[in-house]
């Protein structure tokens, strides 16, 4: 029997879009605040050991699935990696550079989705399209000021992580069309794990000298012991991208992509938000007209990839 059509719901897809920007863009700036007490890998390691039972239920409850295999496992791993190294340059450049900016660099990988989609996938850029990526390309300058004194290197992490993101996207679009959101969702987050302990473990050998540390805590420390109230916040982190996962699945599945895209670049003011209420950042008016740029470039770029 052939499960019905599902119709769309815009008031279904708009709240869930939003709420799941308000989780992923609460998450990264929790850990961007707790780079200070924590190792990135040590992040990773325990939020998805947290969020993977559930994670599994899911596979097993909605997918009709017993096996947690994919059916592409190397393509799947692949995306995987892809998606957990984006994570690793985006985490990496949050406690050198405002939170705004490096949410506002990131999202910048609608433009390089749709140069990456013309490029791997033969689809057309129309003259409104390469218009956007003009735009956005513009206000990331301002964003990175690269000829400025005090231009941030770190900066230049999140655009790369945008890159590494469009490159998944392309892989899911291409490779993994047949896999269920919440299976690659488990395989991140295995890909998380495996990352991080390596990592872990890879620093346990090497034993990097104090000064290494001090230049890179967030990178180059060793595991920390955590209180009950570090336990609640890693509960959060995991809280946030499982709502912030199905969020988004839900979003794109009950509303059209054009509708969906405008609302996902709330992640940017959430993140704008979060920036000034958690760590007093105020973007400089340079900055903020390259953020709205990039927002305006990549809703049409999204506006055009879905039309």
């Known amino acids: 029997m052939s499960e019905a059509p599902q119709t769309d719901n815009l008031k279904i897809a708009i709240g869930a879009i939003v709420i799941g920007c308000f989780a992923l863009s609460l998450g990264d700036a929790l850990i961007k605040q707790q780079s200070a007490s924590f190792v990135l890998w040590q992040i990773f390691v ?127 679009r291409s490779k993994c069309r047949a896999e269920k959101p919440v299976m690659l969702s488990l395989w991140m987050n295995i890909c998380f794990i495996a990352t991080g302990a390596l990592a872990l473990l890879l620093l346990s050998l090497w034993n990097p000298a104090t000064d290494k540390i001090a230049l890179n805590p967030f990178l180059f420390e060793a595991w920390t012991p955590m209180s009950l109230n570090e336990w609640r916040t890693m509960g959060i982190l995991a809280i946030a991208i499982l709502v912030g996962s199905v969020g988004a699945a839900v979003a794109y599945q009950k509303g059209p992509a054009s509708l969906v895209s405008i609302f996902d670049f709330s992640y940017v003011g959430f993140a704008v938000a979060w920036g000034y209420l958690l760590f007093a950042e105020v973007p400089a008016n340079l900055v903020m007209l390259g953020i709205l740029m990039i927002i305006a470039a990549g809703i049409m770029v999204s506006r055009q990839h879905s039309s």
Do not use: C
Not at 77 to 96: D, E, G, K, N, Q
Not at 105 to 121: D, E, G, Q, R, V
Not at 140 to 156: E, G, S, V
């Open 46 to 172: 325990v939020r998805s050991t947290i969020l993977i039972p559930f994670l599994v239920y899911f596979v097993r409850r909605y997918s009709h699935a017993y096996s947690i295999m994919p059916r592409q496992p190397g393509w799947t791993l692949l995306r995987s990696m892809v998606l957990v190294i984006m994570w690793v340059f985006y985490f990496a450049a949050l406690p050198h550079i405002e939170f705004a900016v490096a949410a506002a660099a990131f999202y910048t990988l609608p433009i390089f989705i749709t140069l990456f989609a013309a490029l791997f996938l033969d689809e057309k850029i129309s003259p409104p399209g390469w218009l956007a990526v003009a735009i956005g390309f513009a206000g990331t300058l301002l964003i990175l000021q690269p000829q400025a004194d005090d231009f941030n290197a770190w900066t230049l992490l999140p655009l790369v992580s945008a890159i590494l993101y469009a490159i998944a996207m392309i892989l899911t």
